[in-house]
């Protein structure tokens, strides 16, 4: 179930858009296979410079005032990246001489 309000982007939401930099025919000769194979992408985020759906093409202005083009993914984007699982072994690192 998607939230409508979710989808629409008014100016000046902060959004995240996607990208093709380039398609496998750009590609540089010579990578691996799978990766040729595999368009070259950029997700971005931004303010929006008019209202969009998601789906939908909208321009952004970065933090740093450039502006790009893409497809609109999500509005108000949060962070999701972790340093990945807890390693047991990297815990006690440093207090093996701790009393």
């Known amino acids: 179930m998607t939230n ?4 629409l982007a008014a100016e000046g939401d902060w959004v995240e ?3 093709t930099v380039l398609t496998p025919p750009e590609r540089a000769h010579g990578i691996p296979a799978d990766t040729a194979a595999t368009p070259l992408m950029l997700w971005l985020n931004g303010f929006a410079t008019h209202p ?3 789906g939908e093409q909208v321009t952004v202005r970065s933090l740093i005032g450039r502006t ?3 497809t609109l993914r999500t509005v ?5 990246h972790s340093f990945g699982d807890t390693v047991a072994e990297l ?3 440093g207090t093996e001489y701790e009393s």
């Open 52 to 54: 969009a759906r998601v």
């Open 17 to 19: 858009i996607e990208q």
């Open 91 to 93: 815990l006690t690192i």
């Open 4 to 7: 409508p309000e979710h989808d």
């Open 76 to 80: 108000n984007p949060g962070y999701t």
């Open 68 to 70: 790009h083009t893409g």
